[in-house]
Nanobody, 124 residues
């Protein structure tokens, strides 16, 4: 059974940093692309960042480009997102997901397994 468990969320002030982790089990993690998405209260879930199976390709939402960095450790079966210069509009539940394929993808429908999410709250 595939499981994705996010951690690292919390309450921070604007300008602070957080690093989210997503530990995966039950799948050959290194073969697949991974992504981070987020959902703010009252809004649709949106794409944040994605990384290909070998880490060579990454894409970011325009709203986080230059502030967030996605990475993965295939040895640890873990994907990370380093979030710097956080803003109140980054407040959301953050979800990691593993893709159907090895590619990085910004499209939610390309992902097959999802974690339960971790809350990030940024105060002004």
């Amino acid at each position: 059974q595939v499981q994705l468990v996010e951690s690292g969320g919390g309450l921070v002030q604007a300008g602070d940093s957080l690093r989210l982790s997503c530990a995966a089990s039950g799948r050959t993690f290194s073969n697949y692309g991974m992504g981070w998405f987020r959902q703010a209260p009252g809004k649709e879930r949106e794409f944040v960042a994605t990384i290909s199976w070998n880490g060579d390709t990454t894409y970011y939402a325009d709203s986080v480009k230059g502030r967030f960095t996605i990475s993965k450790s295939n040895a640890k079966n873990t994907v990370y997102v380093q979030m710097n210069s956080l803003k109140p509009e980054d407040t959301a539940v953050y979800y990691c997901a593993t893709a159907f394929s090895a590619r990085a993808s910004m499209t939610e429908h390309d992902y097959i397994y999802w974690g339960q999410g971790t809350q990030v709250t940024v105060s002004s």
